[in-house]
């Protein structure tokens, strides 16, 4: 399987506690999306990495959220004291510079429930 | 500031019915891209295409087709002689330029739910 995958599918989890998520993007891909999508709702963009640098983040991404690429290719997204609001499924993206139009592949997600 | 406006939140039809999905987008860019995305049950969003600003032709794939219009920032989905498989959230989305000048994140619009009966 080439395609985007991220782990874990499912976390369930106290407020105040902290997570982490794992995305592995198409391997030739050197750009990394993460988003977040409640339901009824599209996707928000919450960073970006182009290799292993962090270009953009959303104003959503409080200082809870750190996301790193330490080597240009998986990525983590850690949650820090969580909180009920943060109950969403967080979402991965990858996609390679050189195509221009920047189309994007999303992997399964991580539904994540804080309780 | 950058906007995708599905006012559909939700379809229905029979089964070999056409359907429409409506998108209409909102950018100061004048180079930007244009994406629908299909989001089944499943949960994983499929790409279905990319469009660029400067190509207005009309695009069709077997079933599916999409009209861009500039002048009335349109970029509208339409499903030919629907089928059960259609059943899920279409997302319109547009790419917003990052900091660096080259397209960057999309901006999603909040999705339209085709459900299609048999």
């Known amino acids: 399987d080439t395609g985007v995958s991220q782990n874990p599918r499912h976390k369930i989890t106290k407020r105040g506690q902290n997570v982490t998520f794992r995305c592995d993007p198409i391997?030739?891909?050197?750009?990394l999306y993460w988003y977040r999508q409640t339901l009824g709702q599209g996707p928000e963009f919450l960073t970006y990495f182009q290799n292993e640098a962090q270009l953009e983040k959303s104003r959503l991404l409080s200082d809870r959220f750190s996301a790193e690429r330490p080597k240009g290719s998986f990525s983590t997204l850690e949650i820090q004291r969580t909180e009920q609001g943060d109950s969403a499924m967080y979402l991965c993206?990858?996609?390679?510079?050189?195509?221009?139009?920047?189309?994007?592949?999303f992997g399964p997600g991580t539904r994540l429930t804080v309780l | 500031a950058q906007k995708v406006t599905q006012a559909q939140t939700e379809i229905s039809v029979v089964e070999k019915e056409d359907v429409t999905l409506d998108c209409v987008y909102e950018?100061?860019?004048?180079?930007?891209?244009l994406f629908w995305y299909k989001q089944p049950p499943s949960g994983e969003l499929v790409f279905l295409i990319r469009?660029?600003?400067?190509?207005?032709q009309n695009e069709i794939s077997g079933r599916y087709s999409w009209n861009f219009q500039k002048s009335t920032s349109s970029f509208n989905f339409t499903i030919t002689a629907s089928q059960v498989v259609d059943s899920a959230v279409y997302f319109c989305?547009?790419?917003?330029?990052?900091?660096?000048?080259?397209?960057?994140?999309?901006?999603f619009g909040k999705g339209t739910k085709l459900s299609v009966k048999p």
């Open positions: 469009r660029n600003s400067f190509d207005e």
């Open positions: 950018t100061r860019d004048t180079t930007y891209y």
């Open positions: 993206a990858s996609s390679s510079s050189g195509s221009g139009g920047n189309e994007q592949f």
């Open positions: 989305a547009l790419s917003e330029r990052n900091y660096g000048g080259s397209q960057g994140n999309l901006i």
């Open positions: 391997s030739e891909h050197n750009r």
